[in-house]
């Protein structure tokens, strides 16, 4: 067990050299504590992977392809992601604190996490992964229909993301716009996952920073049409009526619990 913990911190070490170590003199860090090294490797890689993502995929669907994908008079205005930006950069900070959280409890044994695939083999690994993942779409779901259905929730915490309620108020740059609570308590399903679940670590780091350009691409307002994908179309709809498509990658928690609405529809026939 306790090889196994070495195993984690070394992990994070050498991850936290990489980041760290190309963006600042290592004699600015070097001799943080370790956690403190965790979070800023965390804030800077989840800045630029919201960043990044977002202006590259905004420079192709709004520029490149211009009126090819999203009409003119919907593409929303400078001004309007710029907000967005803002909004998301001060939340940043609280944000990744919830990885540097979680890759704490893992250095200290107080998860089922494993460091290497080779512990439990290909099979279990995929097995555990889908588990894992269902549980993440489970949780994720009740989470956000909860941050609706409890109207102090949604007043104090998920309101500052429905203000975008139009085709030509969302971009995504909106994917990460929230109050930082409601962004972590929409994350938490992931840290909650490690308790239950044998999980590969390196995986629910990656998953949990994928949660960024997943984010920016169901609120880009365009229709990927991939069953059962919860996509931007779906997710649109979410925004304009508040009451369907709470789900995070599928439709199926949605169609399990009666609040799917298919793009096809009009939202306004569905109870």
């Not at 600042?24 to 919201?50: D, S």
């Not at 593409?75 to 001060?90: D, E, F, H, N």
């Not at 998860?111 to 555990?128: E, H, K, L, M, Q």
């Not at 931007?232 to 009451?243: D, E, L």
Request: charged residues 15%.
């Amino acid at each position: 067990m306790e090889d196994q913990l070495h195993l984690f911190v070394a992990e994070t070490s050498f991850y936290n050299r990489i980041v760290l170590g190309t963006f600042l003199p290592a004699k600015l860090w070097e001799t943080w504590p370790h956690f403190v090294q965790t979070w800023l490797r965390n804030y800077i890689g989840g800045t630029l992977i919201y960043l990044v993502s977002g202006f590259l995929w905004c420079f192709y669907i709004y520029y490149l392809k211009r009126n090819v994908y999203v009409p003119k008079d919907a593409i929303p205005t400078t001004r309007a992601m710029c907000l967005q930006i803002y909004v998301a950069m001060k939340a940043m900070p609280w944000y990744t604190a919830l990885p540097t959280l979680s890759e704490y409890m893992v250095e200290n044994g107080w998860t089922r996490c494993y460091s290497s695939i080779s512990d439990v083999g290909w099979p279990a690994y995929f097995v555990n992964l889908a588990v894992y993942l269902i549980f993440v779409e489970f949780g994720i779901y009740w989470m956000h229909r909860e941050l609706h259905d409890i109207k102090p929730l949604y007043k104090y915490l998920h309101a500052t993301h429905h203000i975008y309620n139009k085709q030509n108020t969302l971009s995504p740059f909106a994917g990460l716009a929230f109050h930082p609570l409601d962004g972590i308590l929409q994350a938490l399903p992931h840290v909650v996952a490690l308790f239950l679940f044998r999980t590969h670590f390196l995986t629910h780091v990656l998953l949990l920073f994928i949660e960024a350009i997943w984010t920016a691409n169901i609120h880009d307002c365009i229709d990927g049409k991939i069953w059962p994908v919860m996509g931007a179309a779906y997710h649109t709809i979410h925004h304009t009526t508040y009451r369907h498509n709470y789900g995070h990658y599928t439709v199926w928690m949605d169609w399990m619990f009666g609040t799917l609405c298919d793009p096809e529809e009009s939202p306004k026939k569905v109870t």
